[in-house]
């Protein structure tokens, strides 16, 4: 595969880190992973929704080589902070350890913690360097980089593991059970299974995976990232964990009430969706606000995904744009900076829908827009929201995506 000018900065930046840290790379091995874009469901995962995304060429990029011990040495460029992250196979803090909870190095340790848990004999350790360029909030950058750390300490160990379900398992335990973030499995399949130029469909209940291209040839529109410059909390820290227990607790009521359902998407016909609504909405509002979102998106879903067969982007626009105004006022995880962004959006002509993306709270929303239309929603974001946001305006970006593939291995480039 040829370098493009963004895999050759980013290699020349490994190289400049393996430099800075003391760290061997020369000769290895480079993991990219990418990051993604979520049409639908966001909150899906947790609630049992299928889900449809593509992955999206923002990327974390690790160059790493076995150093022929039993030790693990990893440095981030973007935390170099925390200095060389360094420790013996199989040594690690306690899960969810305090210790570890404000470093990015708890990924690391987990890794190797959940992949010995699952069985995998670990001999070799890596030196290995990192760095990353994808927006902080909404677009999984976690999972980006959980997954480049289990595929490059299996491929430094020999160790072929064929499932990659299996790997996306794996790297939500590592955010589950190690560091105590309680994500679903969106972020792990739509970069994982993730190929250029078309998008991901991940049906939970058969566990399988459909690549669905763009119906039109004519691509005629930008995905397009809205980078509010805000630092989001990890997902344990949020109000993303706040929500999935909610939908947990509404599950459990229903249940008891004789409900035979495993998640809130097992509610999907419209008798049985109002007859809930009767029976909770003035003792749990809330909970009832909650599954209206994830009821509708459902519906939407399907709509948004026949359009997008088509090749009719303005549909899956405006499905977008729906769900954004029920992730809004019905699921209620949204913040003033992702709305600012999305008020800005919606006054540009060209732009078929926009939303917040991912857990919410900050980070970043996104937009679906005609070609000809992103210059002029770049303007309209440089000249509103520093306005808006005074305290953001040296840290807020506007990203056009590309789908590409989720996972690339490069050899003999460091």
């Known amino acids: 595969m ?37 049409f639908g469901v966001e909150h899906g995962d947790y609630n049992g929704t299928e889900l449809f995304g593509v992955g999206t060429d923002r990327f974390i990029w690790m160059g790493y080589k076995p150093n022929k ?9 973007n935390f170099s902070g925390d200095g060389v992250v360094e420790f013996e196979c199989g040594d690690n803090p306690n899960p969810r350890s305090p210790e570890i909870a404000k470093t990015w190095g708890r990924f690391a340790y987990g890794v190797d913690y959940i992949l010995r848990r699952e069985g995998f004999d670990l001999r070799e350790g890596v030196d290995a360097v990192i ?59 739509m970069i994982l299974f993730a190929r250029a130029g078309v998008g991901v469909h991940f049906n939970p209940g058969e566990r399988s995976v459909n690549y669905i291209p763009f119906g039109n040839d004519v691509h005629d529109f930008r995905i397009v990232g809205l980078d509010t410059g805000t630092d989001r909390p990890g997902l344990e820290n949020s109000t993303y964990r706040i929500r999935r227990a909610e939908c947990e607790q509404f599950v459990s009521l229903l249940q008891k ?17 109002r007859e809930i609504m009767d029976k909770f909405s003035s003792s749990h509002p809330n909970l009832c606000d909650r599954l209206k979102y994830i009821f509708f998106a459902q519906k939407r879903f399907y709509i948004m995904l026949d359009a997008w067969k088509r090749g009719d982007i303005a549909t899956v626009g405006r499905i977008f744009r729906e769900d954004g105004h029920s992730l809004r006022d019905d699921y209620k995880i949204s913040g003033p900076e992702l709305e600012s962004m999305c008020n800005i959006a919606r006054t540009v002509e060209g732009v078929y829908g926009e939303r917040i993306l991912g857990g919410g709270d900050k980070g970043a929303s996104g937009a679906l827009v005609a070609v000809d239309s992103v210059e002029a929603l770049s303007k309209a974001v440089d000249v509103s929201y520093p306005k808006r946001h005074p305290e953001y305006k040296d840290k807020y970006a506007v990203h056009v995506f590309k789908m590409v593939d989720g996972i690339h291995l490069f050899d003999g480039v460091i």
């Open 2 to 38: 040829k370098l493009n000018t963004q895999d050759r900065e980013a290699i020349g930046k490994l190289t400049a880190l393996a430099k800075q840290s003391g760290l061997n790379v020369n000769g290895g091995m480079v993991c990219r992973t990418s990051s993604r874009f979520c």
């Open 131 to 189: 760095y990353g360029n994808i927006p902080g909030g909404g677009m999984s950058r976690s999972a980006s980089l959980t997954l480049n750390l289990i595929l490059s300490v299996l491929e430094a160990n020999r160790i072929r593991v064929e499932d990659k379900f299996r790997i996306a398992d794996m790297a939500q335990a590592v955010e589950n059970d190690y560091i105590g973030s309680p994500c679903g499995l969106l972020d792990q399949i």
């Open 69 to 77: 011990t039993n030790r693990f040495r990893f440095y981030s460029g």
């Open 257 to 273: 009430a004789g409900y035979t359902i495993q998640n809130l998407a097992n509610v999907r016909e419209d008798l049985e969706y």
